[in-house]
T-cell receptor
């Protein structure tokens, strides 16, 4: 069965510092991997997705993630945090089949300190 | 440019009451989903519908029923609400193999 593990339920960084949010996946088939962001009292928005075209995926708002098969990881990074990045981030995996069901991680709440 | 619309936004129920959460999408997507979000547990799939006329159980279907009324609409029904169903409920839709688009959620409290 597919699953994702997000290490660190809370991460705090200073404005301008590197953001690193960790995600490891478990999948018996080549996975489709996603990062979503959730701002307070809103639904989830897609940040980026990996579908095997390229291992380094660039998303919106300056975020990117690298697919590393040897480490079964798909960590999310941003070189310089902004106050507006404060939100909850979810990693998710799908088998890409017709049903396109997503299995989500438990989320990482990112705080950005001034 | 509505996307996925959920109603109501907030609801308070007493134990044993019933209610239906409504979801509609205007993107002509085949697949629709209901998730619940609880603190520290991420989002868990309740039911999904791969196409009009079909529905399947997800990870946590107990206590819920769904109806795919047409291609646009996918409703979630709680027949006899329990405190354990206090949660934020999200509806989502997608075209085949494309990312999910989410609504803004329904916050349900069962007392």
């Amino acid at each position: 069965a597919q699953s994702v593990t997000q290490l660190g339920s809370h991460v705090s960084v200073s404005e301008g510092a590197l953001v690193l949010l960790r995600c490891n996946y478990s999948s018996s088939v080549p996975p489709y991997l996603f990062w979503y962001v959730q701002y307070p009292n809103q639904g989830l928005q897609l940040l980026l997705k990996y579908t095997s075209a390229a291992t380094l995926v660039k998303g919106i708002n300056g975020f990117e993630a690298e697919f590393k098969k040897s480490e079964t990881s798909f960590h999310l990074t941003k070189p310089s945090a902004h106050m507006s990045d404060a939100a909850e981030y979810f990693c998710a995996v799908s088998d890409g089949g017709a049903t396109n069901k997503l299995i989500f991680g438990t989320g990482t709440l990112l705080a950005v300190q001034p | 440019n509505a996307g996925v619309t959920q109603t109501p936004k907030f609801q308070v129920l007493k134990t044993g009451q019933s209610m239906t959460l409504q979801c509609a999408q205007d993107m002509n997507h085949n697949s629709m989903y209901w998730y619940r979000q609880d603190p520290g547990m991420g989002l868990r799939l309740i039911y999904y519908s791969a196409s009009e006329g079909t529905t399947d159980k997800g990870e946590v279907p107990n206590g819920y029923n769904v109806s795919r009324l047409n291609k646009r609409e996918f409703s979630l029904r709680l027949e006899s609400a329990a405190p354990s169903q206090t949660s934020v409920y999200f509806c989502a839709s997608s075209a085949d193999s494309s990312p999910l688009h989410f609504g803004n959620g329904t916050r349900l409290t069962v007392t």
